[in-house]
Protein backbone atom coordinates (compact mmCIF):
# COMPACT_ATOMS: atom_id res chain seq x y z
CA UNK A 1 0.00 0.00 0.00
CA UNK A 2 1.57 3.49 -1.13
CA UNK A 3 1.22 6.05 1.59
CA UNK A 4 -1.16 8.25 0.23
CA UNK A 5 -3.57 5.02 0.14
CA UNK A 6 -3.60 4.27 3.46
CA UNK A 7 -6.72 4.66 5.06
CA UNK A 8 -6.97 7.75 7.50
CA UNK A 9 -6.39 7.01 11.55
CA UNK A 10 -8.26 8.20 14.58
CA UNK A 11 -5.25 8.93 16.64
CA UNK A 12 -4.38 12.29 18.20
CA UNK A 13 -1.80 14.05 16.21
CA UNK A 14 0.78 13.58 18.88
CA UNK A 15 0.19 9.67 19.22
CA UNK A 16 0.04 9.15 15.23
CA UNK A 17 3.26 11.32 14.90
CA UNK A 18 4.82 9.10 17.48
CA UNK A 19 4.37 6.02 15.12
CA UNK A 20 4.74 7.76 11.77
CA UNK A 21 1.54 8.47 10.64
CA UNK A 22 0.27 12.11 9.82
CA UNK A 23 -2.87 13.16 8.49
CA UNK A 24 -3.32 9.41 7.29
CA UNK A 25 0.16 9.01 5.87
CA UNK A 26 2.94 7.43 6.77
CA UNK A 27 5.72 9.30 7.81
CA UNK A 28 9.36 9.41 8.21
CA UNK A 29 9.63 10.80 12.11
CA UNK A 30 13.01 12.20 13.01
CA UNK A 31 13.80 11.86 16.74
CA UNK A 32 16.02 15.14 17.65
CA UNK A 33 18.75 13.34 20.02
CA UNK A 34 19.64 16.00 22.96
CA UNK A 35 23.67 16.62 23.86
CA UNK A 36 24.67 16.27 27.14
CA UNK A 37 25.28 19.01 29.01
CA UNK A 38 28.50 20.59 28.36
CA UNK A 39 30.82 22.44 31.07
CA UNK A 40 32.25 25.52 29.36
CA UNK A 41 34.07 26.67 32.75
CA UNK A 42 37.03 25.20 31.11
CA UNK A 43 36.56 26.84 27.87
CA UNK A 44 38.84 29.98 26.36
CA UNK A 45 37.76 31.71 23.36
CA UNK A 46 39.98 34.51 22.03
CA UNK A 47 38.37 38.22 22.53
CA UNK A 48 36.78 40.16 20.14
CA UNK A 49 38.98 41.96 17.46
CA UNK A 50 39.15 45.87 18.56
CA UNK A 51 39.12 46.82 14.85
CA UNK A 52 35.31 47.69 13.50
CA UNK A 53 34.80 46.48 9.64
CA UNK A 54 32.77 48.45 7.46
CA UNK A 55 29.26 47.42 6.37
CA UNK A 56 30.55 47.61 2.71
CA UNK A 57 33.84 45.70 3.09
CA UNK A 58 31.76 42.51 5.00
CA UNK A 59 29.06 42.25 2.43
CA UNK A 60 31.58 41.99 0.03
CA UNK A 61 32.47 38.58 1.55
CA UNK A 62 30.62 35.27 0.16
CA UNK A 63 28.97 32.77 2.53
CA UNK A 64 27.67 29.66 1.20
CA UNK A 65 26.27 26.59 2.00
CA UNK A 66 28.31 23.58 0.72
CA UNK A 67 27.56 20.07 0.42
CA UNK A 68 30.63 17.71 0.87
CA UNK A 69 30.15 15.08 -1.92
CA UNK A 70 33.81 13.51 -1.83
CA UNK A 71 36.90 14.34 1.35
CA UNK A 72 40.36 12.58 1.39
CA UNK A 73 43.39 12.74 3.19
CA UNK A 74 46.06 15.35 1.35
CA UNK A 75 48.66 12.97 0.37
CA UNK A 76 52.36 14.01 2.13
CA UNK A 77 50.83 16.28 4.28
CA UNK A 78 49.49 15.48 8.02
CA UNK A 79 47.15 17.82 8.07
CA UNK A 80 44.95 18.94 4.90
CA UNK A 81 42.26 16.93 3.78
CA UNK A 82 40.75 17.70 0.39
CA UNK A 83 36.66 18.84 0.28
CA UNK A 84 35.19 18.11 -2.79
CA UNK A 85 32.08 20.52 -3.05
CA UNK A 86 28.37 21.17 -4.22
CA UNK A 87 28.56 25.18 -4.05
CA UNK A 88 24.71 25.46 -6.17
CA UNK A 89 27.02 26.35 -9.34
CA UNK A 90 26.67 23.03 -10.83
CA UNK A 91 29.86 22.62 -11.08
CA UNK A 92 32.27 20.83 -7.89
CA UNK A 93 34.32 23.31 -5.82
CA UNK A 94 38.06 21.94 -4.31
CA UNK A 95 38.51 23.47 -0.81
CA UNK A 96 41.98 22.64 0.89
CA UNK A 97 41.16 22.77 5.12
CA UNK A 98 44.03 21.94 8.07
CA UNK A 99 41.47 19.91 9.77
CA UNK A 100 42.58 16.51 9.91
CA UNK A 101 43.92 16.83 13.76
CA UNK A 102 39.75 16.63 14.30
CA UNK A 103 38.29 15.05 11.86
CA UNK A 104 38.66 11.73 9.30
CA UNK A 105 37.21 12.45 6.27
CA UNK A 106 35.12 9.85 5.61
CA UNK A 107 33.03 11.37 8.74
CA UNK A 108 32.60 14.29 6.76
CA UNK A 109 31.00 13.42 3.14
CA UNK A 110 27.10 14.20 3.09
CA UNK A 111 27.51 17.40 5.67
CA UNK A 112 26.36 20.64 5.16
CA UNK A 113 28.91 23.33 5.47
CA UNK A 114 29.60 26.99 5.51
CA UNK A 115 32.36 28.32 3.35
CA UNK A 116 33.73 31.55 1.91
CA UNK A 117 33.53 31.44 -2.02
CA UNK A 118 34.99 34.42 -3.54
CA UNK A 119 38.62 34.16 -1.36
CA UNK A 120 41.46 34.29 -4.93
CA UNK A 121 42.42 30.73 -5.32
CA UNK A 122 45.28 29.38 -2.90
CA UNK A 123 47.87 26.98 -4.46
CA UNK A 124 48.36 24.43 -1.43
CA UNK A 125 50.95 21.24 -1.91
CA UNK A 126 50.26 21.76 -5.50
CA UNK A 127 46.14 21.75 -5.38
CA UNK A 128 44.08 24.77 -5.84
CA UNK A 129 42.06 25.48 -2.87
CA UNK A 130 39.29 27.64 -4.18
CA UNK A 131 37.69 29.14 -0.58
CA UNK A 132 37.95 28.29 3.10
CA UNK A 133 35.46 26.35 5.34
CA UNK A 134 34.11 27.76 8.43
CA UNK A 135 35.01 26.06 11.75
CA UNK A 136 34.82 27.10 15.27
CA UNK A 137 37.94 27.51 17.16
CA UNK A 138 38.57 27.73 21.30
CA UNK A 139 41.10 26.67 23.73
CA UNK A 140 39.96 23.76 26.64
CA UNK A 141 42.49 22.91 29.25
CA UNK A 142 44.94 24.28 26.86
CA UNK A 143 44.36 22.50 24.40
CA UNK A 144 42.97 23.80 21.00
CA UNK A 145 39.54 22.28 20.15
CA UNK A 146 37.83 22.49 16.30
CA UNK A 147 34.89 22.83 15.09
CA UNK A 148 33.87 22.75 11.62
CA UNK A 149 30.19 24.38 11.16
CA UNK A 150 27.70 22.31 9.71
CA UNK A 151 24.45 23.26 9.27
CA UNK A 152 20.81 21.76 8.68
CA UNK A 153 20.63 19.27 5.94
CA UNK A 154 17.65 20.77 4.53
CA UNK A 155 19.62 23.55 3.68
CA UNK A 156 20.49 23.50 -0.53
CA UNK A 157 23.78 23.51 -1.74
CA UNK A 158 24.72 27.21 -2.71
CA UNK A 159 22.04 29.00 -0.34
CA UNK A 160 23.18 32.91 0.64
CA UNK A 161 24.51 33.37 4.10
CA UNK A 162 23.28 37.27 5.23
Do not use: W
Request: net charge negative.
Amino acid sequence: MKPLDMPKTEKKPEDAAKEGIIGGVEAQVAIEIKDEPFDFSKVQIEPLFADSVDFETFSKSDFRTVKVLACEAVPKSKKLLKFTLDDGTGENRTILSGIHAYYEPEELVGKTCIAITNLPPRPMMGIESCGMLISAVHQENGEEKLHLLMVDPHIPAGAKLY
